[in-house]
């Protein structure tokens, strides 16, 4: 109990929301650096899978890009990005974490996308070729809106890796969003524990809160034939993210 | 085409492996520094006040010595274990018994066993174990420190022998050209180097003995602080001068691979690092001065350069700590023979 009266001294703190080192700055912070690298990573990853996807070539390059995504230790990448930056004579602020997150970010993305894809059902694709529709129809019309639920699945998934990971940056600089108070708070040891609480506290809000405002988007986005199809065609291999019509 | 994705795959599987190889050498590097002196302190080269005898002349008696086993332990860095391998094969050379339980954990783990017994031997730090071990606050004064340090350690049992000319303690460096540029060789010299700015760990911004101390005590007001925990990062940015001083380890080995200067003068807010054996005072009690005098011959001769160099040894050359331990005491003819 006298710990969470600790916390939420913490907060309350004079200075503690806004100034230099406050709670909106570095949630701002956070946001953007998560944000920049979901920005590249989508233009990098969708339109590449979508159009393997639809060519239905590549499979070798989507189980790469899995398997590697899933061997690759972000921590070992940031710091070997950061030395690298760093030789280069470029500030360890940003880029080190950027590069780093982008390539967190690019396997949920490319596989999701190239996933959706490869499994709208074939008879509906063979059907909008049977009346006529030419490839860009058929990419455009049936397979990317069908496969759409299972596209933004993936990238809901990725900005939720991205923003979880978004702390590490803190270990290189006084960056790294909200991250900054849980390194902090942990190198002090036991005299750090309220700040490493708190700043997991807002990480973990910070998570919760863009995956639910994520899920609302998806909701306005999709076409409504499709949010019906999602519902009672669960397709495999994807995770559908999508609860309701 | 498919040719051309397969070399992509293999290419891209590379690149992983590469990644993960580096990111477990990162780990254990990061972890062995982090851990070196985890308190910080500093002194002079507290060069001549601690020899007794010289190198030479140990008492190389081949024959067994009567008495309980010596455990000698070691914290889980480095230049710990090599430490600790250069008392346990000097000891056993001399016909001492000796067991080993090297790479331990924190001192709130190997505190309870010395006092007990469980472990006979541990080459410590003397701000450190003052500081971490105790939680008291360690004296500048090198005189002081060890006195301290002598009665924290009598109060649960342990006998602390004469410590080691060597230190591991916090220093706080500059390039080599940095250094001629500015004419800088000591910390009160970079109030004269315009605005520049110190790494360190995130601790380091509000202690009295890194960042927070600078400021104060040697009025350093042009300097500011960037938290850069992990270590190779840190050299990194300085090495590119996008930071101008870096927290570092007196006995890091990158400190002269990359011809780094350590400043001096820090004596008023960082006490001394030296290597101190301790032992527990019945193993002490029942092999009397002969094994006291032994040790202190030995650490006699370990200064900064030889654990810079020891060190080097390890984690620039690969080399394994108990073979780098065997060779530096054949280099000193201390195992006898």
Not at chain 2, 33 to 43: D, M, P, W
Not at chain 2, 215 to 223: H, K, M, P
């Amino acid at each position: 109990m006298e710990f969470l009266s600790e916390v939420a001294a913490w907060f309350t703190e004079p200075g503690r929301w806004i100034g230099e080192d406050g709670i909106l700055p570095r949630t701002l912070e956070h946001l953007w650096l998560a944000i920049l690298p979901m920005v590249i990573a989508v233009t990098l990853a969708l339109p590449s899978a979508v159009w393997l996807a639809h060519r239905r070539k590549g499979e070798f390059l989507a189980n790469a890009i899995v398997n590697v995504g899933r061997a690759v230790p972000s921590f070992g990448l940031l710091v070997l990005a950061a030395v690298f930056f760093a030789r280069a004579g470029i500030s360890l602020r940003f880029w080190p974490a950027v590069v780093t997150l982008v390539a967190l970010a690019i396997p949920p993305i490319f596989t999701n996308a190239y996933t959706a894809i490869v499994t709208v059902p074939p008879e509906t694709v063979e059907a909008a070729r049977g009346v006529g529709f030419r490839e860009n129809e058929v990419l455009w019309g049936i397979e990317v809106p069908v496969g759409l639920p299972v596209v933004l699945a993936g990238i809901r998934i990725s900005f939720i890796q991205v923003l979880a990971t978004v702390p590490l940056a803190a270990v290189l600089s006084s960056g790294g969003g909200l991250g900054q108070y849980v390194v902090r708070g942990f190198a002090q040891g036991p005299a750090g524990l309220v700040e490493l609480f708190s700043g997991a506290l807002l990480i973990a809000l910070l998570t919760v809160g863009a995956d639910w405002a994520f899920s609302i988007g998806e909701r306005a986005v999709l076409p409504e034939g499709v949010k019906r199809l999602a519902l009672e065609d669960v397709k495999a291999g994807a995770s559908v993210s999508l609860q309701e019509g | 085409m498919r040719r051309f994705i397969r070399s992509r795959v293999f290419g891209a599987t590379l690149l992983a492996l590469m990644l993960v190889l580096t990111a477990c050498g990162d780990g254990s590097g990061g972890d062995a520094t982090s851990t070196t002196a985890g308190g910080v302190e500093t002194t002079t080269t507290a060069g001549g006040d601690t020899s007794t005898t010289a190198g030479g002349d140990t008492t190389t008696t081949g024959g067994a010595v009567d008495g309980p086993a010596i455990t000698v332990a070691s914290f889980n860095f480095p230049e710990s274990v090599i430490l600790a391998e250069i008392y346990a094969q000097a000891l056993e050379a001399n016909g001492y018994p000796i067991e080993r339980n090297l790479n331990l954990g924190s001192r709130e783990l190997i505190f309870p066993e010395i006092e007990s017994g469980a472990i006979g031997f541990l080459p410590e730090y003397l701000g450190s174990a003052i500081a971490i071990g105790f939680g008291e606050s360690a004296p500048t004064d090198p005189a002081e420190a060890l006195q301290t340090l002598t009665d924290l350690f009598g109060g649960i049992g342990v006998t602390v022998l004469e410590p080691a000319p060597g230190e591991d303690k916090n220093v706080f460096v500059v390039t080599g050209d940095f250094a001629s540029e500015n004419s800088v060789a000591t910390v009160t010299d970079l109030a004269g180097a315009g605005d520049i700015t110190l790494a360190g760990p995130p601790e380091c911004e509000e202690r009295e003995t890194c960042y927070a101390g600078l400021v104060e005590t040697y009025g350093l007001d042009n300097l500011a602080f960037e938290s850069i925990q992990e270590g190779a990062a840190r050299v990194a940015a300085l090495d590119s001068g996008e930071i101008q001083v870096a927290l570092l380890f007196s006995t890091q080995p990158v400190i002269t691979e990359m011809g780094f200067v350590a400043l001096e003068g820090t004596e008023e807010i960082i006490a001394p690092e030296n290597v101190v054996p301790v032992v527990n005072s019945e193993v002490a009690e029942a092999y009397g001065e002969e094994l006291a005098t032994l040790v202190n011959s030995i650490s006699a001769l370990i200064t900064t350069d030889v654990l810079l160099d020891l060190n080097g040894r390890v984690e620039l050359e690969a080399q394994n700590p108990e073979d780098v331990a065997t060779d530096w005491l054949t280099e000193n003819s201390l195992l006898g023979g």
